[in-house]
C-alpha cells in the first residue's frame, strides 16, 4: 500500500527531525503527568541543595560572616535562577497552559528581582538589594499556592 504524499512528507519530518535530535511537537506529546514529574523530578534535585544553603546563612548570620552569608546567597540564587530557566523552558502541555501561565510569570517577576538583587548587591546597595529580595518574599506564598495547585509541590512548598 503506498502512503499519501501528505503522510510521506511527515514521515520525512520526522526522520528529519529525529536526526537532528528534534521531538516534533514535544509540548503536545507530553501528558500532564510527564510534564509534573519531569519538573518535580528536577525541583527534588534542587531542595537539598537549596536547604544547604538556607542552613549556612543561617549559620553566617549567627557568626555574624558577612563573606559566608554572601557565598551561601549566592550560590542559592544561582540554584533558584537556573531551576526556573528549567521550569520556563519545559514544554507545558496544552491542557495546563492556562493554569501555568500565571505561574511562570510569576517565575519571571521574581527572577527579575532576584537579578535585580545581584546587580545592587554588587554595588553595594545593601537597602536596595533588601527591597528587592522582600519583593521576591511577597510573591513566595502565592508563587508555593499555584504551583501546589498545579500538581507541582515539590517545586512549591515542599521547597520552602
Not at 510527564?34 to 519538573?39: H, K
Not at 527534588?44 to 551561601?72: C, H, I, V, W
Amino acid at each position: 500500500m503506498k502512503a499519501a504524499p501528505f503522510q510521506t512528507k511527515r514521515y520525512i519530518a520526522v526522520i528529519v527531525a529525529i536526526a537532528l535530535g528534534v521531538a516534533p511537537s514535544a509540548a503536545a506529546a507530553q501528558s500532564p503527568t510527564s510534564y509534573r514529574a519531569q519538573l518535580n523530578r528536577v525541583c527534588r534535585g534542587y531542595t537539598p541543595k537549596l536547604k544547604r544553603d538556607s542552613e549556612k546563612m543561617r549559620q553566617a548570620a549567627n557568626a555574624k560572616d558577612a563573606e559566608a552569608f554572601g557565598a551561601a546567597l549566592g550560590h542559592a540564587i544561582r540554584l533558584i535562577l537556573t531551576q526556573d530557566a528549567y521550569i520556563e523552558k519545559a514544554p507545558v502541555p496544552v491542557s495546563m497552559r492556562a493554569q501555568m501561565k500565571p505561574i511562570l510569570q510569576l517565575f519571571r517577576t521574581a527572577d527579575s528581582h532576584l537579578r535585580s538583587a545581584v546587580r545592587l548587591g554588587i554595588k553595594h546597595d545593601v537597602r536596595g538589594m533588601l527591597a528587592e529580595f522582600n519583593k521576591v518574599a511577597k510573591l513566595t506564598p502565592s508563587l508555593n499556592r499555584r504551583l501546589d495547585r498545579a500538581g507541582l509541590r515539590d517545586c512549591g512548598s515542599n521547597q520552602t
